[in-house]
């Protein structure tokens, strides 16, 4: 009987081992455009302004938030609300020790168009630099030979980095409050 017991308790030790393993391998949930099968991040918002307005806000959230804009803006026409920038996140792998070391750079295209009370973002074509850029979708592919677990790290990391730009985006595109002086 004793070993009976130390056998399902052996059992379910591994069991629970399994069961984490599994979960920690589960892939990251990420939006994906219907047609593209791209990792996209997309939204129309809705904010009062005209679609100049609308991008004027843009320009000065686009040159708070990045620092060298001059290489980041590939197109923009104000004429037509439209802003189409290529930028970079990083992402880091773990090292034993457990400190990051930068990994890479996955660039990413950035299109943001204004028009009369809303504004749309479109955060797409996401790529690991190098000589051959690697779409970012490839991570998902447990099948892949080369396939390693901490890809799936990598696509939360772009991930949270994506959606903090959203959030800044969102909150850089709110009217200014002007302040009066009236007393």
């Not at 081992?17 to 391998?25: H, R």
């Not at 959230?61 to 620092?67: A, F, G, M, Q, T």
């Not at 973002?121 to 080369?146: H, L, M, S, V």
């Not at 969102?170 to 009217?175: I, K, S, V």
Request: glycine share 4%; charged share 30%.
């Amino acid at each position: 009987m004793k070993k009976v017991w130390i056998g399902l308790f052996v059992l379910s030790i591994m069991n629970v081992c399994f069961a984490q393993k599994n979960k920690e391998l589960n892939a990251p949930v990420l939006p994906f455009h219907k047609d593209t099968k791209l990792v996209t991040y997309q939204n129309v918002v809705n904010e009062k302004g005209s679609p100049q307005e609308l991008y004027d806000r843009a320009m000065i959230w686009v040159k708070k938030h990045y620092k060298n804009t001059s290489e980041v803006i590939k197109k923009s026409d104000r004429d037509t609300g439209e802003i189409e920038m290529r930028s970079s996140v990083r992402i880091f792998s773990t090292l034993k020790d457990g400190t990051l070391h930068l990994k890479n750079l996955v660039y990413y295209k950035f299109k943001i168009e204004c028009r009369q009370d809303r504004y749309r973002y479109t955060i797409t074509e996401f790529e690991e630099a190098g000589t051959d850029p690697i779409p970012i979708e490839i991570w998902f592919d447990k099948t892949r030979p080369r396939w390693e677990p901490a890809e799936y790290k990598y696509l939360e990391q772009v991930n949270e980095q994506a959606l903090k730009i959203i959030e800044s985006l969102q909150e850089g595109m709110l009217p200014v409050v002007e302040k009066s002086d009236d007393w």
